[in-house]
């Protein structure tokens, strides 16, 4: 099994409001769907997918595309795409590993367009938080016990 050439066929972005404007932020959420797997020729499938993240009465953004799937035998184009018509699933392997790719393409794009939008990006920022120094030698020189320097 192998997942390669990843592409996008769609990238579209909307902010509701005006910049500058404060909306009140909800939650925001992000989900990766498969929209339709089809067959290529004998040993490649591709997965067509689409990437949302929803940022409620704030905007949206929307990545749609494709990646091809390799495989042979059990783990083949055939077995892969006859499971998902009939019954639009896919093996929990293989499930992990498309949507693992998805995120891994889509969220720094993502990131670039809200940053564009002038939207939080998708995910939480971490908060870093700098200990005070306890005095000595470190204290004047501006670098606390965690190691991080501080100009």
Not at 57 to 69: A, Q, V
């Amino acid at each position: 099994m192998q997942l390669s050439k990843f592409e996008f066929t769609s990238i579209s972005g909307r902010r509701y409001g005006r910049s500058g404007e404060r909306n009140e932020m909800q939650k925001i959420e992000t989900n990766s769907t498969i929209v339709t797997i089809d067959k290529v020729d004998e040993k490649t499938a591709t997965v067509e997918f689409r990437f949302t993240v929803n940022y409620g009465p704030s905007g949206n953004i929307t990545l749609e595309g494709r990646l091809f799937y390799e495989g042979e035998g059990d783990e083949g184009p055939d077995v892969l795409v006859e499971k998902w018509q009939s019954k639009g699933t896919m093996n929990r392997d293989l499930a992990s590993a498309v949507h693992s790719a998805v995120v891994a393409h889509c969220l720094p794009e993502a990131v670039v367009i809200a940053r564009d939008l002038r939207l939080r990006p998708p995910f939480p920022i971490p908060k870093i938080q700098i200990p005070q120094p306890s005095g000595g030698k470190d204290a004047k020189a501006g670098i606390g016990s965690s190691g991080f320097e501080v100009a």
